[in-house]
Structures are given as C-alpha cells and as structure tokens.
C-alpha cells in the first residue's frame, strides 16, 4: 500500500509540476519563450525535463527564456544532490548514506566553469563546424529547422530511435535472391528513389501538389512527435495530416523517412519536367534523369547533401538501363558504353571549379538525355498496353524499389505492427505497378516477402498471419493470365552461390529464402521452438504453401520430396537428431550416474515433448508424424544402447541403473504409437518399423542366472534348519517348530531382494522364483515326514488263521502263535518312541503354519509383482508372457500346498496310530476281549484315551483339532476291528456278545462326539458304521455265517451272493473266533484251516 501511495503521490506532482509550468510559460509571465530545435509549440516540449528554478529565474529577471537551456540544466541538475534553498543556509539531500560514504573531504571541491552557450546561426552558406563555432547570438526559426532536415546527424538519430525499438534479430540469414548492385546503392537510395517513383505515379493521375512555403512552416513534423513519444505511453496516434490523396501522400514521407525539404524539392523538379512536354505523363518520364535536369545546386543546403543526392540519381540511371537490362541492347550497344561515360564525367565536374563544372554538367546532361531516352523507350516485357518507359529495365531494381515501398506499411512507433493506413497504402501503390512493372503476383509475392522479413527482424508472430494470407494469394501458372505468364518467364537474374553461378525465377528469388529460413527453423524446431506451438504452426504453414509455390513454379522438383508427408518427415528427422545430440551431449559429462540411464530419462522427455507441443502441429500436414518421431528417438537410442547390453554378462549397479530406464522409454515409445495407431496395429508396425531392445530378454537371462543361485543357498539353509530343529514349541501362542519360522525368514529375504532387482523381468523369471519357493518347501516337508517310520513297524503282525476245538490245544502250536518275528527291532522302537504325541502335534502345528503362511507369502509376491509390472505389455509381447502368467497363477505353490496336505493326513494318521497301536498295544490290541468280553470292556480304556485326548487338543492348533481327532477315532476303530476280527486263538467270540461289543462301540463313539464338543455326529456315524456291521455279523449264527460264506464264495451253484451283505474275509474270521464244532468242521474242509489250542 505504501508504495501504491508513493507512485499515485509522484505522479500528482509530476502533473501538477506539468500544469504550472505550461500555465507560467503560457500567461505572458517570461518575456520571450524560444523553443529548442524541432520544437513549434509547447505540445512538442517534454515539460518533465525543464527545470523550474531555470524558468522562474528568467522570469525574475526578465530575461528570454531558452527551452533548450532549460533542458540542459535540468538534466546537469540531476547529478547533484537536492538543494533546499529555502532558509538562510543551502539544504541539501545527499543521495548515498553518509555511514558507509566515510567522512567529508577536507580540502575545497574545484570551481565550476563558467558555461557559454553556443550560438546557432543562420548562415547557410557555412559548413556545420563554422557554424556552431560563432558567437554571434541568434534565434533559431522553422526555414532553419527546415536546412537542417537534411543533415546526417538528424538521419542517424531518427535510426538510432528506430533501431532501439526493433527486436535485435539478426536478418543476416534471410536474403533476397538478387544479384548485388553493381554501383553500390544503398538502402537509404532505394528508399529515396522509391518516394520519387511513387511521386511520378500519382502525378501521372494530376494528384501531385506542390505545398506552398506558408503551410510548411506551420505544418508540424509528425515523425519526430511520434519518434519523441514512448510506445510505453499507449498514446493512440491521432491522424494530423489532411484527408485524401494529400494526406496520404504524408503518411507515405514520413512512413519513408523523407524530410519537407527533400518533398518540395521533388514535386518541383517532377511539376517542371513536364513543362513543355504537352500530352506527356508523368509517369512516362525518365524520373531520375529529368530529376537532374530541372533540380539544381542552390535548392540544397550545403554541397554536400546535393553531391549525394546526384550520385545516387545517376547511380538509378546506371542500374535501371545498363546493369542488369532485361532487353537486351542490341545495336544499342555503343550507347549503353557512351551512357557510362557520360556518368562518370557528371560526377567528376563536381570536383572542377564552378564554371567549369556547370558547363561540362550542362553538356552531358544533354547528351545524357540523348542516349538514355531510346534506351529506356525500346519495347520490352511482353508490353503492357500503351506508352512505356524503361527507366528501370532490369526488374530486379524494380522490386527492390517496390519492397522499399511496401515497408512503408509498418508502424513508425511499433515496427511488428501495420499502420492504421495500410489499406489506403496498399492502394495508392497500385499507381506504381505501370512504371515497376509490378502485377498481381509480383505484388503478393513481394507483399508475404516485405512481411516475413518484418516478422525475422521484429519478431512479431501477428505478421506470420499476414504472411499465410499473402503467399496463398499469389496466383497459380493456371490462374495468371498469357501476358503474366510471358512477363514473369522473362524475369530471371543470375546468383552466384555456393556451387557457381545460378539462374533464378522471380518466384524464386524472393521464396527461396523465406522457404530455406523456414526449413532451418523446422530442422530444429526443438531448438528454436521451445516455448510453444502457435509460432510453429504458422512457421510450417509458410514452408508447405512456399514449397508448393516453388514446386509447382519449377519444371523439375527443387528437391527430392514430392509430399508435404516427407518433408514433415524430414524436418522431424533432422530435429529429432539435433535434439538427440544435445540430450547426448549433456549426458555424456555426468558421472554420478551412467550416461545411458541419464539419456533415457532425457529421451522421454524429448518423447513427451514431441508428443504435446510438435507433433500435434505436424500431424496436420502429417499423420504419421507422431509415429515418425517416436520411431527415430527409439532408434538412435537404441544405437546407442546396443554395445552395452552387448557387454552385459552379470547384475551390476550399471546394469540395474540402465535397463529400467531404457525399458521405460521403450514401453513409452509403444504406449505413444498405440495411441496413434490403435493397439490392434502395434504388432505389425513394430515388426517393420522398430527393433525392440529385448531389454526383458537379457535381464531375464540375469536374473535366472541369480535365482538359480539364491535358490541353491537357500536349500543350504533348509537343511541347516531341519538339523537344529527339536519339534518343541516356541511358545503357548506359537505352537509350531522354530525350522519354519527360520525358513519363512530366508525366503522373503530371497523374495525381498528378488523384488529389489530394478531391472526389467518377464513372468518367466517370476515362475522361476515361485518354482525354486515351491522346491524348497518340498524338501522341508519331505525332512519332516523323513523322521516318521513307516506305519507297518506301528502295527503288529496279523496272527495266522486258525479254528477253534473244544479238545485241549496244541502246547507246541500255541507256543509258536506267540512268537512274533517281525516286532520292530530296538532302534526303530527308540525312534518310534523319541516321536512322542506333543513332538506330532508340533510336527503337525509346524505344516499348518507353513501352508497358512504359504498363501500369505503368495499374495504379497503377486502384490509386489504387479506394483513393479502395472502395465499389461502390448501383445507383440503378451502373448508369450500371457502363458507363462497363466501357467504360473495355476500351479503357483501347488506342490507344496499338496505335499503338506498329504504330510498332515499321514502324520495325523501316524499319531492315532502310534497312539493305539503302540501306546497302547498292550490294554486295546493284546488285552482287549480277553478272555472274554464280560471280563474285559472296552470301557476300561476311555480313561487312558481321554487322557492321551486332551493331550493332543492342549497342543494342536484349533483348525487341526477334528483332523487329528478323526485320526484318533479311526485308529481305534482299526483297532476295535483287530481284535474282533483278527485277535488271534487267544480271543473266542459268542454270539452272545455282540450286545456287549454294540455298548463297547456306543461307548467309544460318544467318548468321540463328547456331548457335541467333540467330532460331529454324522462324521461318526458314518466312521463306526463298519464296525457296527462287522458286529452285527458276529451276532448271527453259526449256520447262518456258514451258508452265507458259502453264497459269497460260490460253493452253492444256486445262491447268489452274501444275503447279509458282507464279504468273505470277514465272514471266514468270524467263523474262526467261534468255538463250536460246527465252524471248526466247515473251516477244516473248506478252507484247510489249522485248528489251535483253546
């Protein structure tokens, strides 16, 4: 707010300070005001730049006030210190802080010189050095202002304005297809002599008029206002000049930096050339000879000013009719030498003295007019319709003079801008066509030339639009009429160039250097067109439309690209290839990281920046452009990649630092071009157009080799685990054995550091990994069911066969049933023993563990593997990857899931084994039912088994409960069955007792259900119904056992088959537990069955 406040403060005083001055300046308060030099009124006078104390002390003292001095002292002023004269001792404001400025000087500051303004006289007759060198004081009036207008000092600071509002672009590289002038003219004569021409033109139409010297003195100079006020000021210029032709004609002296006097001097000389010539126009005269004739010295302010303006008049005559004639001379050969001489000899009679130098000018002058006029009247140029003069034969002269006067267009304040007049402008050049030789093509041609040229020095992008509009009006060869096409035919000028001498068209001439600027910006528009697009947008449209004029101009192609599509493709290329070489360069002086992970990363972002800012401009005249460009960054990258992945034969930091980023760009590549073209088309156009990296190819192969390694330690480590292992659980809550924990620990540490590997990989390394996991747990689970015996050495022998006999047994029989040669021998039954029932159930919580962590570790593998791959690879790459996901997602830890399964089923089946056939073989297998089953129930061992069960559900983990369980159940099932059905001679069975062996089953399945806390009831009931049956059978008769053994073993032709729906082997056993006669009578005959010792 504060410096808001300062600002809105400063300038209220600066108009205050405005006002006052212009109120005491105005009332008649100073004696005589003189204004400085260009100045009419005060409106001219930047009153911020008087100084006050100047003028209220000529005011004081009655004296003239002197603008110019007030100025002066004002800006000598500025250099010192504020004074305050106020009091009665000067105040000053020191513009520096006296702390760090140190203490004042201590000797007396120099005298100031006393100043002596300069006087300015009138003398028109002196130089410039004698001049400002009088003493003699003199007022200075506008007809002085009007003898200085010529002077170069006032030329070079009207440019020197100029030039400091121009964009300081170099231009140097957009040149006209011209041959050089031979005379040396310069711009300036161009520029002069195109004002003449435009003169002669509307004086052919009797709108020239020659101002009388009343209204020049008070007609203000409009250049110098505008030129004195800042573009900065957004003063919208007011139109001063008068209306019509006149006024225009104003805007075009000033648009031309033509002084008043030059303009006087001009009209004359062309209104006194007509003079006597009767029926003649204007616009038929030879200008620059009769400009000679009818201006003399005396109209000039100093010698020197007409010396350069006669030079530079026969310098036009010169060029226009002897240097580069379009007709040739003919017989008028001599005449064109004799023209030359004639010049030479008017330049040098300037250096005789005065008489005689009036007197060899007059003379060649007439003999100037003698040859120059046949040479400038002879029939040329296909011709247009009536009278012709040729002042200017050679067109190149002719178009130079025209673009002098179509820069007229532009803004004196603001160059990048066109004149509010420019349409009138445009117009009253028309006038010029007859005496240039201009038509409708030349025109645009030269109009879209005047223009680009604007546009490369300014910069400007508004004029590029101008620029489009102009060059796709200039007509086709279909489309100009026979005498055009004849004109334009003839208009050829030879260019010395790189490769000799070259003969151009005039389509040529002035296309062939905007097309080669336009073609060199476009050759590296990431260079030149780093900002944004719409400037390149324009620029691409002024080549392709100059590049269609210029091919359909020429006969042959200039070129060897007949279509826009490749020459967008070759300035793609070319840019692209600089852009590269760049982001090469850059790189390559980096060492924190290798070069080539550092250039990927800078193509993508060449990539990106095609893509959103270039291509979407060149894809208008291309569509393939974008496929194009992504290409060739994927090739010249790839050129570059390819020695080092040529090298690579391990994971190294260069390696890992590399391949992901040259797989990144490579998938951006692909991702871009399957935008364009549709993914369905990535695959074939890959296969023409691009080489794929195989980044994913190579890396695979690495990090296989690396899998393959960390697998083998990784089995190393299995082993080492098992070894240590004492199946004891770590603690109440974990259950398990602390080898799975140690396993688990080094394999996510092979999968965390599997997942660390930042290069690219494929599902085949995936499957590798999920394989080498797989195998490991494998060889775990094989470890731990190697320490079980096999359930034959828990079991013991089945007694052999016999039949009952009421008689006393065979001692010698008996004593051999008991002998039992294949009981385990003493190191099977201590390694049976060290596998107690709590070391089982932490065998078995351990596999548990290992399975419920194995989907746990499986889900966070695929949750890596598809944050590290979130892109589905396009299907030139898909459809192999696409098998191998599928194969992996299905067999994925399936061999171990299943070997652990089948390691819980045989280890639970083990325990309740073990349990009831070694535990417990002496009070169920050999004791149970003997000697009788009144004697001795199976109810005697619910006590032993309950206790052996709660042993088991302390230990075992929740979801293995019913598994071991049911285990438990079925073993003592098994063993129920033993002893009903294989206990030996020792056991003899009654029909009788199978009411007792039924509550003995009861029992047994309601210990298991445990009032519902136990196994479900239809699961037992469905495990007790065999032995239900198998006691049901003992029940029946012996009879009836007896004829359905007999139906069941086809010894009676006309049964068929067991009726009470059991099997032979069983009936057979039943028949040998019973001691009656009956049985042991048929078992005799039929089955050869020994008898046994009651």
């Known amino acids: 707010m504060d410096e808001e406040n300062a600002f809105e403060l400063l300038q209220r005083y600066r108009r205050d300070r405005r006002v006052l001055l212009n109120f005491i300046l105005s009332a008649n308060l100073v004696k005589k005001v003189i204004m400085p030099p260009g100045a009419v009124s005060l409106d001219d006078v930047d009153l911020d730049q008087v100084s006050i104390d100047y003028v209220l002390n000529c005011a004081k003292k009655g004296e003239m006030l002197e603008l110019s001095e007030a100025i002066r002292a004002y800006h000598d002023s500025t250099g010192f210190p504020s004074m305050n004269n106020a009091g009665s001792a000067g105040e000053f404001f020191l513009v520096t802080s006296p702390e760090p400025s140190g203490s004042p000087p201590g000797r007396a500051p120099p005298p100031i010189p006393v100043y002596t303004p300069s006087p300015i006289v009138s003398n028109s007759n002196l130089s410039k050095s004698q001049s400002f060198q009088s003493t003699q004081l003199q007022e200075l009036t506008v007809d002085d202002i009007e003898d200085f207008e010529d002077d170069d000092d006032d030329e070079e600071e009207v440019e020197s304005l100029r030039a400091s509002r121009r964009n300081p672009t170099n231009a140097s590289d957009i040149v006209l297809g011209l041959p050089p002038f031979a005379t040396g003219v310069t711009d300036d004569d161009l520029r002069e002599t195109a004002y003449e021409v435009l003169l002669a033109s509307v004086g052919a139409s009797g709108g020239l008029i020659v101002p009388s010297k009343e209204k020049k003195k008070d007609k203000k100079s409009r250049l110098m206002r505008k030129l004195a006020r800042s573009k900065s000021d957004h003063v919208v210029p007011q139109s001063e000049h008068a209306p019509g032709l006149a006024g225009l004609l104003e805007t075009m002296r000033i648009q031309l930096e033509i002084s008043e006097a030059m303009d006087v001097r001009t009209r004359q000389g062309l209104v006194n050339a007509l003079v006597g010539k009767a029926g003649k126009r204007m616009d038929t ?523 006393s047994g065979i001692k010698a029989f008996v004593k051999k049933e008991v002998i039992d040669p294949r009981l385990p021998d003493e190191r099977r039954s201590s390694q049976i023993n060290v596998l107690s029932t709590p070391k089982l159930c932490v065998l078995l919580n351990t596999l548990y563990y290992a399975i419920s962590q194995l989907n746990r570790l499986e889900d966070s593998i695929w949750e890596r593997w598809t944050k590290k791959r979130p892109r589905d690879n396009f299907s030139i790459k898909r459809s192999v990857d696409d098998k191998m996901r599928s194969s992996v997602q299905k067999d994925a830890f399936d061999g171990s899931r299943k070997d652990i399964n089948a390691a819980i089923d045989r280890i639970c089946e083990f325990t309740g084994t073990k349990i009831i056939f070694w535990d417990f073989r002496e009070q169920f297998i050999d004791n149970l039912y003997k000697p009788s089953v009144s004697q001795t129930r199976l109810e005697s061992l619910i006590e032993p088994l309950d206790v052996v069960l709660n042993q088991l559900c302390d230990v075992i983990v929740e979801p293995l409960r019913d598994r071991i369980v049911t285990a438990l159940l079925q073993a003592s099932l098994d063993g129920l069955l033993r002893v009903i059905l294989d206990g030996g001679p020792s056991r003899v069975f009654f029909p009788s007792d199978a009411k007792f062996l039924g509550e003995d089953l009861d029992i047994l399945k309601e210990f298991f259900i445990s009032g519902g806390d136990g196994l479900p009831r239809g699961a037992v009931e469905n495990l007790v119904a065999r032995a239900r049956q198998v006691i049901k059978f003992h029940g029946c008769e012996t009879r009836v056992l007896i004829d359905d053994l007999k139906s069941a073993s086809g010894f009676d032709v006309q049964a068929n088959g067991s009726k009470l729906g059991a099997d032979t082997q069983t009936l057979l056993r039943i028949l040998c537990h019973r001691s009656d006669s009956e049985a042991s009578q048929f078992l005799k005959k039929q089955y050869k069955i020994p008898k046994s010792a009651a």
């Open 285 to 807: 005269l030879l200008v620059p000879l009769e400009l000679l004739h009818c201006i003399s010295r005396t109209e000039f302010s100093d010698r020197k000013a007409y010396v350069r303006w006669q030079k530079r008049q026969l310098n036009m005559l010169e060029e226009g009719l002897v240097s580069y004639p379009v007709v040739g001379f003919g017989e008028s050969g001599r005449k064109a030498s004799d023209l030359r001489i004639l010049l030479t000899k008017i330049e040098e009679s300037e250096s005789l003295p005065s008489s005689t130098a009036e007197l060899q000018r007059t003379e060649c002058l007439r003999s100037l007019r003698e040859i120059a006029i046949p040479l400038a009247e002879r029939p040329a140029r296909g011709d247009l319709t009536g009278e012709v003069c040729h002042w200017a034969d050679g067109y190149h002269i002719n178009v130079k003079l025209y673009e002098k006067l179509l820069f007229s267009v532009f803004d004196v304040l603001d160059e990048g801008k066109l004149t509010e007049e420019v349409e009138e402008i445009l117009e009253l050049l028309k006038s010029t066509w007859r005496i240039l030789g201009i038509t409708e093509t030349i025109h645009y041609t030269c109009y879209a030339w005047v223009l680009f040229r604007q546009f490369v020095v300014i910069g400007e992008q508004g004029l590029l639009q101008h620029v489009i509009g102009q060059l796709k009006k200039i007509p086709l060869k279909e489309q100009r009429g026979p005498q055009e096409r004849l004109h334009l035919k003839s208009l050829r000028s030879k260019v010395e160039g790189e490769g000799g001498f070259r003969e151009w068209t005039f389509l040529q001439s002035f296309l062939l250097p905007i097309q080669k600027w336009a073609d060199k910006q476009l050759e590296d528009y990431h260079l030149h067109f780093a900002e944004g697009s719409v400037r390149m947008e324009k620029i691409v449209t002024v080549a392709m439309v100059t590049r269609r004029l210029l091919l359909e101009d020429s006969d042959l192609a200039l070129q060897p690209y007949d279509t826009d599509r490749d020459q967008i493709e070759l300035y793609i290329s070319s840019s692209v290839k600089h852009a590269f070489a760049r982001a090469v360069e850059v790189t390559s002086a980096t060492v924190q990281e290798h070069s080539l992970a550092l250039l990927a990363e800078e193509t993508k972002k060449l990539l990106k920046k095609e893509s959103t800012i270039y291509m979407p401009v060149l894809s208008q005249w291309d569509p393939q452009a974008t496929l194009v460009s992504a290409s060739l960054l994927h090739k010249l990258y790839g050129n570059k990649l390819k020695p080092f992945v040529d090298g690579v034969e391990h994971l190294t930091e260069d390696v890992v630092s590399v391949f992901p980023a040259a797989d990144n760009l490579e998938y951006c590549v692909l991702a871009l071009i399957a935008s364009t073209s549709g993914e369905e088309n990535v695959d074939a156009y890959c296969k023409q157009k691009l080489k794929l990296y195989q980044i994913e190819t190579i890396s695979g192969t690495l990090v296989m080799r690396w899998v393959n390694s960390q697998l083998g330690r990784l089995l190393g480590w299995v082993e080492r685990a098992i070894q240590q292992e004492r199946w004891d659980p770590i603690s109440a809550q974990q259950r398990h054995g602390s080898s799975i924990v140690e396993v688990f620990r080094i394999v996510e540490e092979t999968v965390d550091q599997f997942f660390a590997l930042k290069v690219p990989m494929r599902y085949g390394e995936l499957s590798s990994l999920f394989r080498g996991i797989d195998n490991t747990f494998q060889v775990y689970v094989n470890h731990v069911t190697d320490k079980l015996v096999s359930k034959d050495d828990l079991i013991p022998p089945v007694p052999v066969l016999t039949r009952h006999k009421r008689e």
